[in-house]
């Protein structure tokens, strides 16, 4: 069997996974769809993912990971005011929802739709980026109590989940904007830590 020799092979290939995952989770990125959407040898799969849909769909996660908290990182900005931050973060989320016309979500959580037992594996990869990006957004919104941050964050995230499955459905960014104007406005002042 020859070896492919082409690196951008397995780059399009994770690529190809990340739209996959994005559109339609876990169930709609098999190995055939990643092949034809990469336009890569199908041979090719198995020598960069030995182990097949669960690897390339775990690294194609972690490279999603990546670019979503330095996304998150540009969006929070450099606004003094946690609440100026928040609202532009969903201001950049509703952005990016539009630009894939409705039909991309985070492949995080469209992947956590398919999880059953056969797929625990992937729930700790799942886990940690979410730990990841609240930890990111604790950091950018920063309430003066590293706890409370923390918790702030996760509904922040929990929001930007729940915006992309409604923003799908209704084909609107109105979701992630409406969430954005709330929980700005009960963005908590910062305060000095006790």
Not at 26 to 47: C, D, F, Q, T, W
Not at 134 to 163: K, M, N, P, Y
Not at 166 to 194: D, M, N
Request: hydrophobic share 45%.
């Amino acid at each position: 069997m020859d070896i492919p020799r082409a690196p951008a092979s397995r780059d399009r290939m994770i690529e190809a996974a990340i739209d996959l995952l994005r559109e339609s989770g876990l169930s709609g990125a098999g190995i055939n769809e990643v092949v034809r959407h990469s336009g890569a040898p199908k041979g090719s799969v198995y020598h960069f993912f030995p182990d097949g849909k669960q690897q390339l769909a775990t690294e194609a996660l972690a490279v999603h990971a990546e670019r979503v908290q330095a996304f998150m990182v540009r969006s929070l900005g450099t606004s003094a005011s946690p609440a100026t931050r928040v609202k532009s973060l969903f201001d950049a989320f509703a952005r990016r929802v539009e630009e894939a016309d409705f039909r991309r979500s985070c492949p995080a959580g469209a992947v956590c739709l398919d999880l059953d037992p056969s797929l625990d594996h992937l729930r700790p990869v799942l886990a940690q980026m979410f730990t990841e990006w609240i930890e990111l957004i604790a950091r950018h919104v920063d309430l003066g109590d590293a706890r409370r941050s923390r918790s702030f964050a996760g509904l922040v995230l929990t929001a930007i989940e729940g915006a992309y499955i409604r923003c799908r459905a209704e084909r609107s960014s109105r979701p992630f904007t409406e969430a954005g104007a709330w929980l700005s406005s009960l963005t908590p002042a910062r305060r000095a830590a006790s």
